[in-house]
């Protein structure tokens, strides 16, 4: 491994101070799942390495406020699985925090860094756009916040800028009553990454969400508003034609070694059917 300098500020002042004094040069460590991998296979050589993990506005937790759920930044995907909120009001968000790695992985994880990572096979990223999640980040010009969807620019590459760190996730609790349910495929139990992650979330008016991962350079949101697709009386040829609409935007590589692009593809098709069902017998039921 290269040598780097290590800072572990103690405030978020400090932290964006040096994330901005040294721009591309410093990389945010987290709980170092994706990093420390990139670190040793020299895949990334920053000058410096900043641990965000002592810094008090940004200890783990997750907390409901104004009709928000917010998430800290150093809250790790077992907590996330396991949170009340989060498993009443954002089922598949908790289901794709449950399959992130094996349990080591889950229990050093966080949410915050799946997303920063911006992998385009990043298990939660389809469940942040169904549910309408944002990023709110502090960089040298203050707070702003970027919704999930508007964050993701390719493969690890975000539209965060010089200075700039998550500081929390937030998701809008729904205001019609929202079921959703995330699927996965991969090439084996445990510890690989997702040949297709899928989210699908159905409201209350027939409204259906679906985002789905590594099936191209980022994970892809889409939205049907015509309540065909959780209509009961609707022809599968309509619903067929609907769901075809929206996974027409996957664009799977042919270089992964993952899965090859046709597997991917009727994967994404087997899952979405699945996800959609699931979540129309949940909002039946109530969940
Ligand atoms: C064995 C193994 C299995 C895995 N399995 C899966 C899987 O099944 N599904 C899946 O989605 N992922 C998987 N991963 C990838 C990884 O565990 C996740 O992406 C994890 O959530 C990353 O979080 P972290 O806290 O470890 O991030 P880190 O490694 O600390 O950081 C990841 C990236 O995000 C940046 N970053 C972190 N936090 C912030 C922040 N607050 N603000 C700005 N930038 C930030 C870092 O600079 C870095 O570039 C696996 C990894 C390993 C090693």
Known sequence: MHTFSYARPQSLAEAVALLETHGADARVLAGGTDLIV??????????????????????????????????????????????????RHFPALAEAAAVVGSVQIRNRATLAGNICNASPAADTAPSLLVHGASVVARGPGGTRRIPVDELFVRSGVTTLTRGELVTSIELPVPKERMASAHERRTRRRGHDLASVTLTCGVDATGVTRIAYGSVGPRAVLVTDETGVLADPAATDEAKAAILEAMLAGASPSPRSM??????????????????????????????
């Open 38 to 87: 990139r670190l040793r296979d020299g895949s990334l050589r920053p000058a410096l390495v900043v641990d965000i993990k002592r810094i008090a506005e940004l200890r783990p937790g997750i907390r409901e406020t104004d009709g928000r759920v917010v998430i800290g930044a150093t809250t790790v995907m077992t907590d996330v699985a396991a949170d009340p909120l989060v498993l």
């Open 258 to 287: 993952r899965a090859g692009p046709a597997y991917r593809l009727a994967m994404l098709r087997v899952l979405a059917r699945r996800a959609l069902a699931t979540a129309i017998d949940r909002l039946a039921a109530g969940e």
